[in-house]
């Protein structure tokens, strides 16, 4: 399927400020970028580079004033995500070396927190995908999803003491119990078709029977197309905008995401 997607960003800079932004998805597993668009107003010089997960990065200095950032890209993607019930397990000596930082715990995800919990989840489940399935079901038992109710990052172990959540704070508590299983996980942060009420959105993958697999704890269906736009171990390394020094106010983000009888080049 094809899809149009739309990120745009206002925002009021008191006074010149460097930012890092990560806007760019990229063509890779389960999607294609045919046509992006990138502007910045005022103009100002951009630097891109790939940081250590393969995501798009782009560097500048906003000037004061109001500053304003749109995105757009024309993008083939899955109508689903895959599934692999019985995907087995991948012993650690065996992973690829590039999965190997996904089974550490890291800032939000507190995978040394939660050898116990994790263990009681998959009992009777085999080794791998299984497992995944059955810590999924636990966060959706446990965990209201509630888009807009967390204003901040909280890490996995705060999560789990909650009746309530964010697809950012579900996504901790699954990445982390997966990696207490030495299951390889990361959080994946882009767009979802039909996301009610329309925002960016986050998930996480694992890493069994040789490849990623995609899992979501907010929603019911593996249906609705998905554009990844940034991978890494948690919200610390997905952020599509981060800024240094005087505080800058985001005034307004407009998410948009439409399916497209086809590609418009």
Request: proline content about 7%.
């Amino acid at each position: 399927m094809w899809l149009y997607a739309s990120c745009s960003l206002e925002f009021n800079v008191p006074v010149a400020s460097p930012f890092l932004l990560m806007l760019r998805p990229r063509s890779g597993h389960q999607q294609w970028v045919a046509r992006e668009q990138y502007e910045l107003s005022p103009g100002v010089t951009a630097f891109e580079f790939t940081d250590p997960f393969g995501n798009l990065c782009q560097r500048l200095v906003a000037p004061a004033g109001p500053f304003f950032v749109h995105t757009s890209v024309n993008i083939e993607c899955a109508e689903a995500f895959d599934i692999a019930p019985g995907a087995p397990f991948v012993e650690v000596q065996n992973l690829p070396e590039e999965t190997l930082p996904f089974l550490l715990p890291s800032r939000f995800c507190e995978s040394d927190h939660f050898t116990q919990l994790a263990q009681s989840l998959v009992v009777g489940r085999a080794s791998g995908y299984d497992q995944c399935t059955a810590i999924v079901e636990y966060i959706r038992q446990t965990l209201e999803y509630t888009p807009g109710s967390g204003t901040q990052i909280i890490s996995a172990s705060e999560v789990n003491d909650r009746s309530q959540a964010v697809c950012r704070d579900m996504a901790h508590l699954g990445i982390a119990c997966c990696r207490a299983l030495s299951i390889p996980a990361r959080m994946v942060v882009g767009y979802l078709e039909g996301l009610v009420p329309m925002d960016l959105h986050a998930w996480f993958e694992v890493y069994v029977g040789g490849r990623w697999y995609t899992f979501d704890p907010t929603q019911t269906d593996r249906y609705g197309g998905r554009v990844a736009i940034a991978y890494g171990r948690d919200a610390t390394d997905v952020a599509i905008y981060t800024q240094f020094g005087d505080p800058v106010d985001l005034i307004r983000m407009d998410i948009s995401v439409q399916r497209m009888s086809e590609p418009l080049y």
